[in-house]
């Protein structure tokens, strides 16, 4: 199936600043999904992007859909010590039938207050 | 989004045992997915699940080892067949809501000694 390479694996960050991961695969995405995993739960889906070029925001993350649609970028401006886990991209694996979403490998992110 | 409830919420099991993990949704959704996230990894897709037919199987996952049960629209189980210390691991149910937007329940940590 479809791969998506995220990085940085890991990022140790001070409360304020601004964070920058982003997600590439070698073949087309249409669809382009960013989760948030806290420590002990499930992942929480942050933000969907479904057109290329398209940048969309929810509060002080901002995500955008690369113009070859072979990457997705996430921005998280102004850091707090709960933006502490794990972001996957996700998109949707369009050569099997179904659903299927392929996952990154997680960016861990630690804030340090 | 969903309401999505797993239970049991983590469990120690000993090696050769089994265990049903239980997905409840509150509304009626076509679709659930199974994910195993092992220790420190990523999201891997188990098995998709429908109502009203069998459930499909990813590569590397087979039924007798992981049966799956999709009762009715709002219902699933995921059992975990003959343990062993290598099932060690998160397991997650979804549902999806729109257009490849997948929503997770909070997950259950199984540990196999």
């Known amino acids: 199936g479809q791969q998506l390479n995220q990085s940085p694996q890991s990022m140790f960050i001070q409360e304020g600043e601004d964070v920058s991961m982003n997600c590439t695969s070698s073949?087309?995405?249409?669809?382009w999904l960013w989760y948030k995993q806290d420590p002990g739960e499930g992942p929480v889906l942050l933000i969907a992007?479904?057109?290329?070029?398209e940048l969309t925001s929810n509060g002080r993350l901002t995500a955008q859909f690369g113009i070859t649609r072979k990457d997705s970028f996430l921005n998280i401006s102004a850091s707090i010590p709960s933006d502490v886990g794990i972001y996957f991209c996700?998109?949707?694996?369009?050569?099997?039938?179904?659903?299927?979403?392929?996952f990154g490998e997680g960016t861990q992110l630690t804030v340090n207050p | 989004s969903a309401v999505i409830s797993q239970k049991p919420s983590r469990d120690i099991c000993q090696r050769g045992t089994s265990l049903t993990i239980q997905c409840q949704v509150d509304s009626q959704v076509t679709m659930m997915f199974w994910y195993r996230q092992q220790p420190g990894q990523s999201l891997t897709l188990i098995a998709t699940a429908n109502q009203g037919s069998e459930a499909t199987y990813e590569s590397g996952f087979v039924i007798d080892k992981f049966p799956i049960s999709r009762p009715n629209l709002t219902f699933s189980t995921l059992t975990v067949s003959n343990m062993s210390p290598e099932d060690s691991s998160i397991y997650l149910c979804?549902?999806?809501?729109?257009?490849?937007?997948?929503?997770f329940g909070p997950g259950t940590r199984l540990t196999v000694l």
């Open positions: 979804s549902v999806e809501r729109r257009d490849w937007e997948q929503f």
């Open positions: 992007l479904y057109k290329a070029g």
């Open positions: 073949s087309i995405f249409n669809t």
């Open positions: 996700a998109g949707p694996d369009v050569k099997t039938s179904g659903s299927r979403l392929t």
